[in-house]
């Protein structure tokens, strides 16, 4: 890879008018040889980066120390001697930063880009089962991910905790995959991504609109729910083929939105979308659906529960469609697809209780998944497990607390990385707003147990929001915990020892 100076570097930005102040002739033929905005990752040649709301003086002193070349900030601070790269926005300036350092990445891969309050996650993984198999078939490397759940980009595969890195980050995830040989990645793009500038310098040869509904609206995300879809539409200005799902609210605004990319192609269940699904049936376990394009009409099934899951299959078969994928890797990538804590099946050995684990965690999946279990199981009680967040999306409390109380005999509610905030007062929160029976129970493994413990019939419980995350957010730190799945694979175990 190649390395640029110090004098490149303030070139970039001065070219994007974002240079304010930068001027250090004896060092401007500097190499520099990384770049970051943790000041404990410096090391020397590095480019400090400043940035953020909880930043720190402090931090600029410690990189020094580690042997930084020059920091970057939109701040001039006095507590050093190291020079200082001046910017009238640090967001703005981090992608171009990024962008030289590693050498533009993004421009060497077969990008994908999926947006939407739902189905971002599971879209994601239905198309990297299609492309893996297209790829293995070709004897190529297996595709790259950047997703809510977990983070593969040939070189590590981590658990996320974040939907879409910093650009820093990101930029670093391409260039891996560029260096293992790997020719399609596939992300999940947020909108605090595309409101905070994560995803500047990057084209998609494909972005994909899923859906809107209300999310994300807190005094630390987006003020308002206009803010929110209007961070969503700007995924279409850095896209080649714009998907667009015709079955999502505001559908004419986003089209009106497309119009920004080179063309746009719809998918969805009304007839006239350019990928038509049709002919839904639940048999047995599986779901089988057809999918009409200007290629084919062909019939598919999915192995997952969850009928709203036909959606994000098609999302997914208009992507392979795009890229051109034989048909016959579409059916077999879908057919084995499969997303950690998505959607995954647990039952009783006496088969009285059916425990789905869940990433659920919004009012559009909560709307989805409830109502696709009451018609997938209507001889069954639902009980539900879930909590929300602290300090933020703070509508999910009425919406989540609603909804599960339409759909289930009883609620449980639970730790979700509550942060800051303490888990009784969310809970309470939530609570008024849910019309049957609750339960506060902190810990999520006893209320998962609690719920098996109450089941009076045959019982699905959902168990939403964390899925396989191994990480719970108490005040500002993450803390290693298991994961939903574990928990009630655990569960299950005793309920089964003991009848």
């Not at 070219?15 to 090391?43: A, C, M, R, W």
């Not at 413990?453 to 298991?482: F, H, N, S």
């Amino acid at each position: 890879m190649k390395q640029y100076t110090l004098e490149t570097y303030a070139r970039r930005l001065r070219e994007k008018h974002l240079l304010v102040k930068g001027q250090f002739p004896e060092i401007k033929d500097t190499l520099i040889t990384g770049l970051t905005y943790n000041s404990k990752d410096v090391t020397p040649g590095t480019l400090f980066i400043c940035k953020g709301a909880a930043f720190k003086e402090e931090y600029v002193a410690d990189a020094a120390e580690r042997g930084a070349v020059c920091y970057v900030s939109e701040t001039l601070y006095h507590n050093t001697t190291l020079p200082a790269m001046l910017v009238s926005d640090i967001r703005r300036s981090m992608p171009y930063l990024a962008d030289l350092f590693f050498g533009s990445p993004a421009t060497q891969l077969h990008l994908t880009g999926i947006t939407g309050t739902k189905g971002k996650s599971t879209t994601t993984y239905y198309l990297k089962a299609i492309l893996d198999d297209f790829l293995a078939d070709r004897g190529e490397p297996e595709s790259a991910v950047i997703s809510s759940i977990d983070t593969y980009d040939g070189k590590s595969l981590q658990e996320s905790h974040i939907t879409t890195p910093e650009s820093v980050e990101l930029m670093r995830h391409f260039r891996n995959a560029v260096d293992s040989n790997i020719d399609f990645l596939t992300m999940e793009v947020s909108s605090q991504a595309l409101k905070y500038n994560r995803v500047d310098e990057v084209t998609f040869d494909v972005g994909v609109f899923m859906n809107i509904s209300e999310d994300h609206i807190s005094p630390i995300e987006h003020p308002s729910m206009e803010d929110y879809f209007a961070s969503k539409l700007r995924i279409f200005g850095q896209t080649r083929t714009a998907l667009v799902c015709t079955d999502t609210d505001r559908y004419e605004d986003v089209m009106e939105a497309a119009k920004e990319s080179d063309r746009v192609i719809t998918f969805g269940q009304k007839e006239g979308s350019d990928v038509y699904g049709y002919d839904i049936r639940k048999i047995g376990a599986e779901t089988h659906f057809r999918a009409k394009c200007d290629r084919f009409d062909e019939e598919f099934v999915l192995t997952v529960p969850g009928l709203f899951n036909v959606e994000n299959a098609l999302a997914a078969i208009t992507i392979a469609n795009v890229y051109g994928i034989p048909v016959k890797f579409i059916k077999s990538g879908l057919f084995r697809a499969r997303s950690k804590g998505r959607m995954e099946c647990y039952s009783s050995a006496d088969g009285k209780i059916l425990a789905i684990v869940d990433y659920a965690h919004n009012k559009l999946s909560f709307e989805k998944l409830f109502s696709s279990m009451k018609e997938e199981y209507p001889d069954r009680d639902i009980l539900s497990v879930f909590g929300c967040p602290g300090k933020k999306a703070l509508v999910r409390r009425r919406d989540l607390g609603t909804i599960a109380g339409q759909f289930s005999r009883k609620v449980f509610l639970c730790a979700e990385d509550p942060g800051e905030e303490p888990v009784e007062e969310i809970s309470k929160d939530i609570a008024q707003y849910v019309a049957c029976p609750v339960e506060m129970i902190e810990d999520r493994g006893a209320a998962i147990r609690a719920a098996i413990a109450q089941c009076e019939k045959p019982t699905v419980i959902l168990i939403t929001g964390k899925g396989d995350e191994t990480r719970q957010k108490y005040g500002r730190e993450y803390i290693p915990c298991p994961s939903d799945v574990e928990l009630t694979k655990a569960a299950l175990a005793d309920y089964d020892a003991s009848h």
